[in-house]
Protein backbone atom coordinates (compact mmCIF):
# COMPACT_ATOMS: atom_id res chain seq x y z
CA UNK A 1 0.00 0.00 0.00
CA UNK A 2 1.48 3.34 -0.76
CA UNK A 3 0.24 6.83 0.04
CA UNK A 4 1.06 10.29 -1.39
CA UNK A 5 0.55 13.57 0.94
CA UNK A 6 -0.10 17.13 -0.50
CA UNK A 7 -0.05 20.28 1.41
CA UNK A 8 -2.78 22.09 -0.32
CA UNK A 9 -6.02 20.80 -2.52
CA UNK A 10 -4.08 21.95 -5.59
CA UNK A 11 -1.22 20.22 -5.38
CA UNK A 12 -2.92 17.19 -4.57
CA UNK A 13 -5.27 17.67 -7.87
CA UNK A 14 -2.35 18.25 -10.03
CA UNK A 15 -0.97 14.98 -8.37
CA UNK A 16 -4.45 13.15 -9.36
CA UNK A 17 -3.43 14.14 -13.52
CA UNK A 18 -0.07 12.06 -13.12
CA UNK A 19 -1.22 8.95 -10.99
CA UNK A 20 -4.43 6.72 -10.67
CA UNK A 21 -5.62 6.25 -6.45
CA UNK A 22 -7.31 3.82 -5.35
CA UNK A 23 -8.97 6.24 -2.94
CA UNK A 24 -8.63 10.06 -1.74
CA UNK A 25 -9.10 11.54 1.85
CA UNK A 26 -9.75 15.15 1.68
CA UNK A 27 -9.52 17.49 4.64
CA UNK A 28 -11.91 20.15 4.67
CA UNK A 29 -10.13 23.08 5.63
CA UNK A 30 -7.01 23.62 3.90
CA UNK A 31 -4.67 26.39 2.65
CA UNK A 32 -6.46 27.81 -0.12
CA UNK A 33 -9.03 25.57 -1.56
CA UNK A 34 -11.48 23.78 0.70
CA UNK A 35 -11.92 20.24 0.98
CA UNK A 36 -15.56 20.19 -0.42
CA UNK A 37 -14.45 22.68 -3.46
CA UNK A 38 -11.88 19.78 -4.17
CA UNK A 39 -13.93 17.01 -4.00
CA UNK A 40 -16.08 19.21 -6.78
CA UNK A 41 -13.11 19.30 -9.09
CA UNK A 42 -12.01 16.04 -8.50
CA UNK A 43 -15.55 14.49 -9.52
CA UNK A 44 -14.75 16.12 -12.76
CA UNK A 45 -11.62 14.34 -13.78
CA UNK A 46 -12.97 11.42 -15.79
CA UNK A 47 -10.47 8.31 -13.82
CA UNK A 48 -12.04 9.66 -10.92
CA UNK A 49 -15.98 10.29 -11.44
CA UNK A 50 -16.22 6.81 -9.08
CA UNK A 51 -12.81 6.75 -6.59
CA UNK A 52 -14.22 6.50 -3.05
CA UNK A 53 -13.55 10.44 -1.52
CA UNK A 54 -13.51 10.83 1.90
CA UNK A 55 -14.00 13.92 3.67
CA UNK A 56 -12.02 14.36 6.75
CA UNK A 57 -13.44 17.30 9.60
CA UNK A 58 -14.78 18.91 12.58
CA UNK A 59 -17.53 20.24 11.00
CA UNK A 60 -19.94 17.83 12.07
CA UNK A 61 -23.46 19.42 11.61
CA UNK A 62 -26.16 18.24 9.20
CA UNK A 63 -25.32 20.78 6.95
CA UNK A 64 -21.69 20.04 6.79
CA UNK A 65 -22.41 16.36 5.86
CA UNK A 66 -24.98 17.32 3.12
CA UNK A 67 -22.59 19.98 2.16
CA UNK A 68 -19.99 16.67 1.87
CA UNK A 69 -22.64 14.77 -0.37
CA UNK A 70 -23.23 17.31 -2.29
CA UNK A 71 -19.76 17.89 -3.62
CA UNK A 72 -19.18 14.03 -4.22
CA UNK A 73 -17.89 12.20 -0.96
CA UNK A 74 -18.72 8.96 -0.12
CA UNK A 75 -17.98 9.41 3.24
CA UNK A 76 -17.99 12.01 5.72
CA UNK A 77 -15.48 11.41 9.04
CA UNK A 78 -15.96 13.91 11.95
CA UNK A 79 -12.27 14.54 13.70
CA UNK A 80 -11.25 12.73 16.29
CA UNK A 81 -11.28 9.99 13.91
CA UNK A 82 -12.62 6.57 15.87
CA UNK A 83 -10.19 4.31 15.03
CA UNK A 84 -13.00 1.44 14.25
CA UNK A 85 -14.83 4.24 12.59
CA UNK A 86 -11.50 4.63 10.15
CA UNK A 87 -11.02 0.94 9.84
CA UNK A 88 -14.76 0.25 8.90
CA UNK A 89 -13.96 2.96 5.87
CA UNK A 90 -10.86 1.39 4.88
CA UNK A 91 -12.75 -1.73 4.56
CA UNK A 92 -15.73 0.29 2.41
CA UNK A 93 -13.39 1.66 -0.08
CA UNK A 94 -10.18 -0.21 -0.27
CA UNK A 95 -9.81 -3.40 -1.62
CA UNK A 96 -6.10 -5.22 -2.18
CA UNK A 97 -4.75 -5.57 -5.82
CA UNK A 98 -6.44 -9.02 -7.06
CA UNK A 99 -9.29 -9.42 -4.60
CA UNK A 100 -12.44 -10.68 -5.57
CA UNK A 101 -15.30 -8.02 -5.75
CA UNK A 102 -18.58 -9.14 -4.00
CA UNK A 103 -20.76 -7.14 -6.02
CA UNK A 104 -20.04 -9.41 -9.52
Known amino acids: MKADLSSTAEEGIDRLKAMLYD ?7 MP ?6 ACKRIRQIPNYKNVPIVLLTSKSSSFDKLKGALAGCDTYLVKPINHNNFEDVL ?5 PKGAKDDNK
Not at 23 to 29: R, S, T
Not at 91 to 95: I, M, Y
Open 32 to 37: GMDGYT
Open 23 to 29: VIFLDVV
Open 91 to 95: KKHFK
